[in-house]
């Protein structure tokens, strides 16, 4: 598979089309079997607040995975991601109900490199905080 995505289509400044993610204990549940990391802080909300947090919360490499789909969605390939990069600053509080968290992601062409790449940078946002920072990645587009 190729990205679908023609690098002389794009512009800095372009912006991907957003999408926000849901998040529910479930969903940290069925994560943790897969990614091994069954850390208390992401399914007991009395250990989770024991050790300071305000509830249970995502799992960071989640929040990540969720992030990065934008670009994977836009691009038609996700192995054209060739660099991906955040930093970790607000956790994604997932309560106890129905609704859960939501995990809402904004990207934008940031700059055209040599070799048909791109450095997109992206948002997340989560209950009106941004919760990923320095979040970056370098696609190759077709």
Known sequence: MTAQIQYADVEVGTELPAA????TRATLVRYAGASGDFN??????????EVGL???IAHG????AEAIRV???WVGDPGAVVEYGVRF??????????Q???????AKVAQKLDDNRVRVDLTAMSA???VLGMSRAVVRLA
């Open 71 to 73: 670009v994977t969605d």
């Open 40 to 49: 208390p802080i992401h399914w007991n909300e009395k250990f989770a607040k």
């Open 61 to 64: 490499m989640f929040t990540m």
């Open 54 to 56: 305000p509830d249970v």
């Open 20 to 23: 926000s993610f849901p998040v």
């Open 128 to 130: 009106g905080q941004k």
């Open 100 to 106: 859960g968290a939501l995990i809402e992601v904004t």
């Open 89 to 98: 600053t607000k956790p994604v509080v997932v309560p106890n109900d129905d």
